[in-house]
């Protein structure tokens, strides 16, 4: 009797368990029934596609919209990983996703912007043009008589000690022919006996180079450097034509393992005349009559005859303002070590009133400086107005004040006269 009590006791609480265990997997049945009608009305206004057909260039209104007026926008998909979570509605009909499911399912391997896209819904389009940077739109003005420009970016490794240098494009390049096809080479002065090289485009005037390269410099000495780019074009007959140069000075650059600078600049003629006797020097003139003041620029040397080459040796440029040959106010350039073709891109502004002009001029002296030892002149030009000066340097002084608030730009020649 005892015995078939017990089994008709088990066989109860079997019974109430099988029904519970039926009643625990219909309520999941039926909320998961819900779950996809409340995902069928919130897509009802978008179709469901194939992963493959989102990307395909088709002209279904629920993806690409027809309209010429404005650019394509792009479809935003929801992934499959995501199609169990709850969404509520928005006054603006936007999707917000809500926080309080925790879970999310792991995913395994590689992921890329387009995993597992099999499934997923569109449930919108982004407009690419609302989330483009603004143009510079001075990159693309070129003034008259401009022969090509040329942008690059440069970043140092403080750890590797490295300097890389990243040649982007050049633009309206002006070929000696109907043709052209140019490549870069690319210097870290002072020396010029080793460069980099650019792969050579062929049949354009807008080559698009996007190479890299790599100088290896110490901290210590990099920002007596200077990159120097020269463009050339290749003609049929497998000869080099110099179209232009850039100068690019780095010590005024703040150059750190996270700041990548893009630069553009335009290109230069090469003055192709010899080096005179003691050298030549570059330099800008501007006068500004409403303001009074005289502007020098000096820009560079070259073929300077040092005393002494070693890294040792400093060069500067001095300049001074004068006034019936007497010294009213003398400014110099930071010394560049080491180098007969030093660059500087230094300015200095003297007070000079428009009467006095007459009687002014300037002197720019290019000194060489050991330590220990005296300083040694390596030559000097002196421009100025018809009391003092002739020919080029007559030219350039006459041509600063027929062109005020201009800067002019020449190159003379240095002498030891004193």
């Given amino acids: 009797l005892t015995e078939q009590a017990v089994a008709v006791a088990g066989g109860v609480i079997g019974g109430i368990l099988l029904f519970v265990l039926i009643g625990i997997t219909a309520y999941q049945l039926w909320k998961k029934f819900c779950h996809l009608l409340s995902y069928e009305k919130l897509m009802s206004p978008v179709k469901r596609t194939n992963a493959n057909a989102i990307f395909q260039d088709q002209p279904t209104s629920e993806i690409q919209p027809k ?12 992934p499959p990983t995501l199609h169990g979570r709850d969404w509520v509605n928005l006054t603006n009909q936007e999707q917000v996703q809500e926080d309080s499911d925790p879970y999310m399912i792991p995913q395994s391997g590689p992921r890329s912007s387009f995993h597992s896209l099999a499934g997923a819904y569109v449930v919108g389009t982004i407009n690419p043009d609302l989330y483009k940077f ?3 739109k001075s990159e693309m003005e070129f003034p008259e008589g401009n022969i090509g420009r040329l942008w690059f970016s440069i970043e140092y490794e403080q750890e590797s000690e490295r300097l890389l240098v990243s040649l982007i494009k050049v633009r309206k390049l002006q070929p000696p022919a109907d043709s052209c096809s140019p490549f870069v080479k690319i210097y870290l002065l002072p020396d010029e006996r080793s460069y980099l090289q650019s792969k050579t485009k062929h049949k354009t005037l807008n080559p698009q180079f996007d190479e890299n390269f790599v100088f290896q410099v110490s901290s210590k000495m990099l920002l007596q450097r200077t990159l120097k780019f020269l463009v050339y074009h290749v003609d049929k007959q497998k000869k080099h034509h110099l179209l232009g140069q850039v100068i690019f000075p780095l010590k005024n650059e703040k150059l750190t393992d ?7 600049r335009d290109l230069e003629k090469e003055n192709l005349e010899p080096p005179s006797d003691y050298g030549d020097i570059q330099f ?10 005289l502007t020098v620029v000096v820009l560079r040397a070259r073929g300077l005859k040092l005393q002494e080459e070693s890294h040792a040796v ?40 428009q009467t006095e002009l007459d009687t002014a001029s300037l002197s720019l002296s290019v000194l060489q400086s050991i330590k220990g030892e005296k300083t040694h002149l390596l030559g000097r030009v002196v421009v100025g107005p018809f009391m003092y000066t002739r020919g080029k340097e007559l030219e350039h002084w006459n041509e600063m004040i027929s062109k005020p608030k201009e800067l002019v730009k020449r190159w003379h020649a240095l002498s030891r006269s004193t």
Avoid at 68 to 74: G, N
């Fill in 258 to 264: 996270d700041n990548k600078l893009v630069i553009w």
């Fill in 314 to 353: 400093g060069v500067y440029v001095k300049v001074s303002l004068m006034s019936h040959n007497k010294f009213i106010k003398s400014k110099k350039t930071a010394a560049v070590l080491g180098s007969p073709n030093p660059v500087y891109n230094e300015t200095f502004s003297f007070k000079a009133d």
């Fill in 134 to 136: 603004p143009e510079d």
């Fill in 67 to 78: 309209s010429t007026s404005r650019s394509r926008s792009i479809p935003f998909i929801i």
């Fill in 284 to 293: 800008s003139l501007s006068y500004n009559d409403y303001l009074g003041r």
